[in-house]
């Protein structure tokens, strides 16, 4: 899998041009603008938004702004805002941003917008809007936006905004922003924005 960005080198025949994010900026230090071994934007054991041995905003064979096993919006062998097999927005048999019996947008007994004894709108050694060996909104080795072979917002051989064989903005066999047999915006037998329990 070739990663599209131009920040490696002039010479670079495994990596398209990044210039095109960077309408503004001119020549190869504006180009490439890397993360590896630098003090803003990193991760895995380091400081904020940091790629593991990558280039800018990728991570280990991924796309744009991945994290392995790393911090922000990731679930533990996951895909983006979804958890184990579940549709987008939802978690392991659970409602819109909530996590493992638990309320909207929270994480197994754990606090608003945090996850299994981590910081805040983090999963499980996880990183930034990525899935274990992924890349922004990608899964597992995919195209940006993709999910395990899938095409833009497809998750697991479904379409866009699909999750597990179900329609657009559906989770498991449900309708349109519902989670998990219920109604619009409605979490595991609840009611509207309302958590479980």
């Known amino acids: 899998m070739k990663t599209r960005l131009g920040c490696l080198s002039h010479k670079s025949d495994s990596y398209g041009d990044f210039s095109e994010f960077l309408p503004h900026a001119e020549g190869t230090a504006a180009r490439c603008l890397k993360l590896y071994n630098i003090v803003l934007f990193r991760l895995y054991n380091i400081g904020l938004i940091r790629l593991y041995n990558i280039g800018l905003f990728i991570l280990y064979n991924i796309g744009l702004i991945r994290l392995y096993n790393i911090g922000l919006f990731r679930l533990y062998n996951i895909g983006l805002f979804i958890l184990y097999n579940i549709g987008l927005f939802i978690l392991y048999n659970i409602g819109l941003f909530r996590l493992y019996n638990i309320g909207l947008i929270r994480l197994y007994n754990i606090g608003l917008f945090i996850l299994y004894n981590i910081g805040l709108f983090i999963l499980y050694n996880i990183g930034l809007f990525i899935l274990y060996n992924i890349g922004l909104f990608r899964l597992y080795n995919i195209g940006l936006f ?3 072979n899938i095409g833009l917002f497809r998750l697991y051989n479904i379409g ?7 329609g657009l903005f559906r989770l498991y066999n449900i309708g349109l922003f519902r989670l ?3 109604g619009l915006f409605r979490l595991y037998n609840i009611g509207l924005f309302r958590l479980y329990y």
């Open 180 to 182: 998990y047999n219920i």
């Open 160 to 166: 866009l905004f699909r999750h597990y064989n179900i």
């Open 146 to 148: 993709r999910h395990y």
